[in-house]
């Protein structure tokens, strides 16, 4: 992967699923859909965090300079 496609994994996509899927979460507990509500909440959401934050460590790790301070 390359820097630019790990800076919108981590900036764009992962942001935005996570929040329409908390949103869905939130919508299915409210419609008496309290099951699947808590699993978009729970896991579908912290899978797409987990996500957003390991693209950002790797871009990190791509962009920083090898020979140090």
Do not use: H, Y
């Amino acid at each position: 992967m390359n820097k630019t496609t790990l800076t919108f994994i981590a900036f764009i996509a992962c942001p935005i699923l996570g929040l329409v899927t908390a949103v869905m979460g939130l919508v299915m507990i409210f419609t008496d859909n309290v099951v699947m509500g808590v699993v978009f909440l729970v896991v579908l959401t912290q899978v797409f965090i987990v996500g957003g934050l390991w693209a950002l460590m790797k871009r990190r790790s791509l962009t920083s300079d090898p020979e140090g301070p």
